[in-house]
C-alpha cells in the first residue's frame, strides 16, 4: 500500500511539474507576443505632451463625467441621459477628429489628430466607452434590484389573497 501511495505521489509530481512547465512556456510566449503592443502603447503615452491644458482640461472633464456618474447612480433617468450623450460623443468622434486635425495649430503644440482617429479614439472615445459601460451595469444592477422588489410585492399580494379567500 506504502508503495503505491509512493508511485502515486510520484507521478503526481510529475504532472505537476509538466504543468507548471507547460503555464512557463505559455507565459512567456505570451509576454514575446504582447511585447510590440506594449512597445507601442508606451511610446504612444510617451509622445504626449501631458502638461498642454487642453489635455488637462480632457483628463478633468473625464474625470467629472466620472464623478457625476458615480455620485448619479441612483437617477436612471439621469444616467441614460449621461448614457445617451456619452454614446452621442462616441459617434462624433470622426468628425471631431476632423476639425481638431484642421486646427491643431490654435491649440495644440503637436498635431496629435492623424487620419485614422487614433488619439481621439483613445483620449476621447474609450474613456466615453468605458463609462458608458459603467452605466449600463449600473442599469443592470438597478432593475435586478426592482425585479427582486417587483417579485416580493407580487409573492406578499399573493400570500394576502390566499389568507382572504381562507
Known amino acids: 500500500m506504502a508503495e503505491a501511495m509512493e508511485e502515486l505521489k510520484t507521478v503526481m509530481n510529475e504532472h505537476i511539474d509538466q504543468m507548471a512547465d507547460l503555464v512557463e512556456k505559455f507565459t512567456a510566449e505570451l509576454r514575446t ?3 510590440p503592443a506594449v512597445d507601442n502603447f508606451k511610446g504612444f503615452f510617451h509622445a ?3 502638461k498642454e491644458p487642453w489635455l488637462i482640461g480632457l483628463i478633468s472633464f473625464h474625470v467629472s463625467l466620472l464623478l457625476i456618474i458615480v455620485i448619479s447612480r441612483k437617477n436612471v433617468n439621469f444616467q441614460m441621459l449621461l448614457f445617451l450623450m456619452a454614446l452621442a460623443g462616441v459617434y462624433f468622434a470622426e468628425k471631431m477628429n476632423t476639425v481638431l486635425h484642421s486646427n491643431w495649430e490654435s491649440f495644440a503644440g503637436q498635431n496629435y489628430f492623424d487620419a485614422h482617429g487614433v488619439f481621439v479614439s483613445v483620449l476621447w472615445s474609450g474613456p ?33 389573497v390566499s389568507r382572504k379567500q381562507d
Open 33 to 35: 507576443g504582447f511585447q
Open 48 to 50: 504626449i505632451n501631458w
Open 128 to 160: 466615453l466607452l468605458c463609462m458608458s459601460i459603467l452605466i449600463l451595469m449600473n442599469t443592470l444592477f438597478s432593475l435586478c434590484q426592482l425585479i427582486v422588489r417587483w417579485k416580493k410585492a407580487e409573492l406578499r399580494h399573493r400570500a394576502r
